[in-house]
């Protein structure tokens, strides 16, 4: 019956403060405070402060700052352009043409930024109105962006890996790579779907792009060859166990100011610009992870996870009901929180849960990066729609209707995580890992 | 000990949530009063907390350095001892020191469902909202302080092999002590190394978390008082 009332209180508290526009992090601590203070005997504030300095001075967490760095650096360089013309002599031969630069660049994009919203930024402002000029339907330009920026949450390096990562203790070279290929299926999906639209829509192709010779493509892509190289680099070093999560993210921070200076678009400004920029991200999380290890804290005095966890057990749901469940219980949170928030909000819960389901922790760090993904692009609350609302000047229903075919797709993703776990686990398992 | 003991005859709770919000009830009620006596305290935090994050971004920097360092050590067979904990110092000062600036550049994220709604919701639901979260950030100050004076009173030393040189502590020996003792304590400094005592590290843990309390009652008054927060650039979603 305490857990009953328990949950509650804490859910109670938590939506109050989080819906009176709280700032997330802040909203964790205070409700891990109630129930600090309703349910243990222990002094809040100071067992609030020695979790939250352990956390925070952590060694795995250097990992954070330093991939959104490298992310800051490539975005203010000139890589928009880059890669929308080094990609478009290439894509041209496809079915469905240039639409594919949308996914392309994002799969790209996202092997250097972990967030969604940089890379639908940084490849929006050069395809679409590139896109719009050759005279492709507009649903096909903002559905299949909408659709492909959310690789960026899952092609590693990712912010939402990371932050899961730290919460439950695992190896975050791990969740990178086991990211990798559901990632790549993801796109792959993607662009069947650009595939399909030019076999069945043939009235709505543009005409064909102008021939181009060899040479001239090798030299509209010299830009994108480095970067690359700078991916293959950074997620290399993780796979073959030459570097950890960290280190790898210094490389990549080295490898991006080289890559700017060379360009020639490294200025201090931009240097500072990029720098104040990733410090201020960094902080945001930070924040909000501090809150979250307060409230799981909390959250572990009252038995409440463990408690849930059992009673779930005790139902004998089946590992596929129970992933079920939670898609549609993330989905639905996730009409109303950002991805990262609903991750860590919920892994003091659903940790204990799945663990004790047997459900590997890996490949569920890549189903719950879909997940969420999913409802980034769904409305009310889907952070990508707003982003492409900045952009486009679209109203966010048209943006999300044109979406529909993507978010149709992550979910034949879910589909295909279930049946097919070694997609994300078999990579992980086959890597060679270095201590630490 | 007790954790809201009296200062200056208040009980500290008090001094820490009652009298700030009572300043922004007031300066709400006398505008005119308050635009004339604030601007020039605005300027000076505005200043304090872009000097606050530039110096978490330099934090940022060092944690860079230190990785660097860290693998050049490991390629040419050296040890850096303590790299690991040294990057998670610089990990804490990047975040807690960047709290205030994050918070005015809109950086910090929260739902803005009520927000959205119209005007006068706006005001009334991001006063409360601000209210609140100062509130708490006030607590998370107030303890951060305490942890941070009783790791300085029990002489908490680094769990790894992280070593700091005498000096360094002598030098912060001094802020808080008379200048008239600043001879003795430099002299009394040895030229050898000690295990990272923890409050060192944790300093940037108090300042920031102060500035976040600060820039967000800050940002309550500047509501009340002008009508619009002091955050630029938030997405509300």
């Known amino acids: ?436 | 000990m007790n954790d809201w003991q009296s200062i200056l005859g208040l009980p500290l709770w008090a001094l820490l949530f009652v009298i700030p919000t009572l300043l922004a009830a007031l300066s709400l009620i006398y505008r005119k009063t308050a635009l004339r006596v604030f601007p020039p305290l605005w300027r000076v935090l505005d200043r304090l907390y872009l000097a606050s994050g530039m110096l978490a971004a330099s934090f940022m920097c060092v944690i860079l350095l230190i990785i660097v360092a860290q693998m050049i050590s490991r390629w040419t067979g050296t040890t850096f001892q303590g790299s690991t904990e040294f990057a998670g110092y610089a990990m804490a000062g990047t975040s807690f020191l960047a709290f205030a600036h994050a918070l005015n550049h809109g950086a910090h994220i929260r739902v803005s469902i009520l927000l959205n709604i119209n005007d006068f919701t706006k005001f009334w639901v991001d006063a409360g909202a601000t209210l609140i979260a100062a509130i708490t950030a006030t607590y998370f100050a107030r303890y951060a302080v305490k942890t941070n004076f009783l790791s300085d009173i029990l002489n908490d030393r680094t769990q790894g092999q992280d070593q700091v040189p005498e000096w360094l502590l002598a030098l912060f020996n001094m802020i808080t002590s008379s200048p008239a003792d600043w001879g003795t304590i430099w002299a009394n400094a040895g030229s050898g190394w000690v295990y990272t005592p923890v409050w060192l590290p944790q300093l940037p843990m108090s300042i920031g978390t102060i500035l976040l309390a600060i820039a967000l009652w800050d940002n309550l008054v500047r509501l009340l008082v002008n009508g619009k927060t002091n955050i630029v650039g938030e997405i509300l979603e």
């Open chain 1, 1 to 436: 019956m305490t857990e009953l009332y328990a949950t509650a209180i804490f859910l109670f508290v938590l939506f109050a403060l989080l819906g009176s526009s709280v700032w997330v992090g802040l909203a964790l601590m205070g409700v891990a405070w109630v129930g600090m203070e309703l349910f243990t005997v222990r002094p809040a504030g100071d067992a609030m402060i020695t979790t939250i300095w352990t956390g925070a001075s952590s060694w795995t967490l250097t990992a954070l700052p330093l991939f959104i760095w490298m992310g800051e650096i490539l975005y203010r360089t000139r890589l928009s352009q880059d890669l929308f013309r080094g990609l478009a002599p290439w894509m041209r031969w496809l079915p469905g043409g240039l639409l594919h630069t949308n996914i392309a660049g994002c799969t790209i994009f996202a092997a250097v930024s972990g967030s969604s919203a940089a890379t639908l930024t940084t490849v929006g402002k050069m395809s679409i109105p590139e896109l719009r000029r050759r005279g492709y339907p507009e649903y096909m330009i903002i559905g299949t962006l909408a659709g492909a920026a959310t690789l960026g949450l899952m092609i590693p390096p990712s912010l939402t890996l990371i932050v899961y990562g730290v919460t439950i203790n695992e190896s975050i070279t791990k969740l990178f790579i086991a990211g990798l290929i559901p990632g790549l299926v993801l796109a792959a999906l993607f662009m069947s779907y650009i595939v399909a639209w030019h076999f069945f829509k043939k009235d709505e192709r543009p005409e064909p792009e102008p021939k181009m010779s060899f040479g001239s493509m090798m030299k509209e892509s010299r830009f994108l060859i480095p970067v690359l190289v700078l991916v293959f680099t950074v997620i290399g070093s993780m796979y073959f166990g030459w570097a950890t999560a960290t280190e790898a993210a210094a490389v990549g921070v080295i490898g991006a100011l080289t890559l700017a200076l060379i360009q020639g678009s490294l200025s201090w400004d931009t240097f500072s610009a990029s720098l104040m920029g990733a410090t201020r991200t960094s902080a945001m999380i930070a924040l909000i992870l501090m809150g979250a290890a307060f409230l799981s804290l909390a959250m572990g005095f009252t038995g409440l996870p463990r408690a849930l966890a059992s009673w779930i057990d005790g139902m004998d749901l089946s590992p596929v009901v129970l992933i079920a469940a939670l898609t549609v219980f993330y989905l639905v949170l996730g009409m109303f929180l950002d991805g990262l928030s609903s991750v860590v909000l919920t892994m003091a819960i659903v940790e204990p849960m799945i663990r004790q389901a047997g459900i590997d922790v890996i490949w569920f760090g890549i189903f719950i990066v879909v997940v969420v993904e999913t409802a980034q692009v769904t409305p009310p609350i889907g952070f990508n729609l707003f982003v492409l609302q900045g952009m486009t000047k679209h109203e966010i229903s048209y943006i999300a209707k044109t979406a529909i075919p993507m978010v149709m797709l992550m979910l034949l993703m879910i589909v295909i995580l279930v049946v097919w776990p070694e997609i994300a686990t078999w990579l992980p398992n086959n890597m060679r890992q270095m201590g630490g």
